[in-house]
């Protein structure tokens, strides 16, 4: 199947809300419908974890890149798959795709109060460049990190 395949877009559109409900708070998900419009958005691409044969991935980031600057849009592991490195994986994977692509700045945001992603980020060498208040549906500011590659 072509790589582009609206088939194929849709079920991975498919998967990754499945992960993102089941990774997510209600009023931080987004549907399939959401994934499929910002998966043909221009420079964004998403990588899948290696999920046990025959199983879906167990998580993925997607990211999307502009010239020499990059920003994760959303990134999520299925909670049983926690804890094992996946994540730390795929961040790095994903600034690796990045530098080869010639960006040389990340960004991301993340909720204030999400500590298991703040350390996770802060451990890969993002610091943090600024915050925006009530940025979230249900009020909670973001944080908005950056990493220079
Ligand atoms: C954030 C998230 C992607 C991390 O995925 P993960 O596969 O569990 O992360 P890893 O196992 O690679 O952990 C890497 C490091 O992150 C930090 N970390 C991860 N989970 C943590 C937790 N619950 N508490 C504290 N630190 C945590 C630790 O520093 C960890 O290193 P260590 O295990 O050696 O201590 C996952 O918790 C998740 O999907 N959360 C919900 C969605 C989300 O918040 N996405 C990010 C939005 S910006």
Do not use: K
Request: hydrophobic share 50%; charged share 20%; net charge neutral.
């Amino acid at each position: 199947m072509d790589a582009r395949s609206p088939a194929l877009v849709r079920t991975l559109a498919l998967m990754l809300a499945r992960i993102h409900a089941a990774a997510f708070p209600p009023a931080y998900q987004w549907d399939a419908a959401a994934m499929e419009t910002l998966m043909g958005m221009p420079g964004v691409s998403v990588l899948l974890a290696e999920g046990e044969a025959g199983l879906d991935a167990p998580g993925f980031i997607m990211m999307r890149a502009m010239g020499d600057e990059a920003e994760i849009l959303t990134f999520a592991v299925m909670p049983p798959a926690r804890r094992c490195g996946i994540g730390r994986d795929l961040l790095a994977r994903c600034v690796g795709q990045a530098a080869r692509a010639g960006v040389a700045t990340v960004f991301l945001e993340v909720a204030r109060d999400n500590a298991p992603a703040m350390a996770l980020y802060c451990g890969a060498g993002f610091t943090q460049v600024g915050l925006r208040r009530n940025y979230y549906p249900d009020g909670m500011d973001a944080c908005v990190m950056r990493r220079e590659i």
